[in-house]
T-cell receptor, first 113, second 115 residues
Framework: EAGVTQSPTHLIKTRGQQATLRCSPI?????VYWYQQALGLGLQFLLW???????NRGNFPPRFSGRQFPNYSSELNVNALELEDSALYLC????????????FGPGTRLTVT | DQQVKQNSPSLSVQEGRISILNCDYT??????FLWYKKYPAEGPTFLIS?????DKNEDGRFTVFLNKSAKHLSLHIVPSQPGDSAVYFC??????????????FGKGTKLSVKP
């Protein structure tokens, strides 16, 4: 069974640009979560999508947004990139809602210069 | 305000011995706890979990203990193997209020198992 996949592996952007990160969940999982791991910090919750709807978001500004598609894959968009957005962005999936464990993808390393 | 704390940034253990990783939490509304292992340049890998209604869960070499009165959990790895060398994250989940769905992570403990 394929795990959570994310693309791209690495992304380099300049300040002020927009970044789009993609995630495909494990087959059968309908919930997708996004986390940010900045250097020296733990994993910080960004967004939770379930059945196509945003269910919860963490303490991040509105320029962090996303969506979930009918096939449950998800996209994270970061607008007006700032240097401090440089981080590893991790996507996780789980069974519907908040039940069960979350399984993580390999992450996208975003570098903002 | 850190709700999940892993106070030991690193731990070094001899191969074959027991590794004990500790985690403290402050939010009494947490109802589910998880441990993840993370290698560099990879996403976290789920290891083991425990519901707040239990005090122990075992899976092979991994055992998690939960002490609700002390708001403390620990992960025991017996016997430790060099391949266990990684960063271990403790995570907690609350299904109430504004924390629904997301996991709250500690900052991790780097385990080194020496041959």
């Amino acid at each position: 069974e394929a795990g959570v996949t994310q693309s791209p592996t690495h992304l380099i952007k300049t300040r002020g640009q927009q970044a789009t990160l993609r995630c495909s969940p494990i087959s059968g999982h309908t919930s997708v979560y996004w986390y940010q791991q900045a250097l020296g910090l733990g994993l910080q919750f960004l967004l939770w999508y379930d059945e196509g709807e945003e269910r919860n978001r963490g303490n991040f500004p509105p320029r962090f947004s996303g969506r979930q598609f009918p096939n449950y894959s998800s996209e994270l968009n970061v607008n007006a990139l700032e240097l401090e957005d440089s981080a590893l962005y991790l996507c996780a999936s789980s069974l519907s809602g908040h039940r069960g464990e979350q399984y993580f993808g390999p992450g996208t390393r975003l570098t903002v210069t | 305000d850190q709700q999940v704390k892993q106070n030991s940034p690193s731990l070094s253990v001899q191969e074959g011995r027991i590794s004990i990783l500790n985690c403290d939490y402050t939010n009494s509304m947490f109802d589910y706890f998880l441990w993840y292992k993370k290698y560099p340049a990879e996403g976290p890998t789920f290891l083991i979990s425990i519901s707040s209604i239990k005090d122990k869960n075992e899976d092979g070499r991994f055992t998690v203990f939960l002490n609700k009165s002390a708001k403390h959990l620990s992960l025991h790895i017996v016997p430790s193997q060099p391949g266990d060398s990684a960063v271990y994250f403790c995570a907690a989940r609350s299904n109430y209020g504004g924390s629904q769905g997301n996991l709250i992570f500690g900052k991790g403990t780097k385990l080194s198992v020496k041959p």
